[in-house]
């Protein structure tokens, strides 16, 4: 059974910054990863996406002060967020990207 488990969310004021990881667990490669996010009354939208090779690709809205990494050995993804603002604001979820295995998702709240 495939599971994957956010953490790192949290409460951080603007300008501030916070790292969130996600462990896969079961008998899968972790290949592409993504993570979005879904903010109250809005669509989930795509952060960042990161392939098996370690290549990258981030939203506009967050070009330049998020980073996503992996490390494969231990099946965990990673995103830092640096310069956060308030519009950041919205629950982290993570995604094994183009299939159905979602994280439970964490909450990342930015306070102006």
């Known amino acids: 059974q495939v599971q994957l488990v956010e953490s790192g969310g949290g409460l951080v004021q603007a300008g501030g910054s916070l790292r969130l990881s996600c462990v896969v667990s079961?008998?899968?490669?972790?290949?592409?990863m993504a993570w979005y996010r879904q903010a109250p009354g809005k669509q989930r939208e795509l952060v960042a996406l990161?392939?098996?090779?370690?290549?990258?690709s981030y939203a506009m809205s967050v070009k330049g002060r998020f980073t996503m990494s992996n490390d494969n050995a231990k099946k965990t993804v990673y995103l830092q967020m640096n310069s956060l603002k308030p519009e950041d604001t919205a629950v982290y979820y993570c995604?094994?990207?183009?299939?159905?295995?979602w994280g439970q998702g964490t909450q990342v709240t930015v306070s102006s």
């Open positions: 990161i392939s098996s090779d370690g290549g990258t």
């Open positions: 079961g008998s899968v490669t972790i290949n592409a």
């Open positions: 995604n094994r990207f183009g299939t159905h295995y």
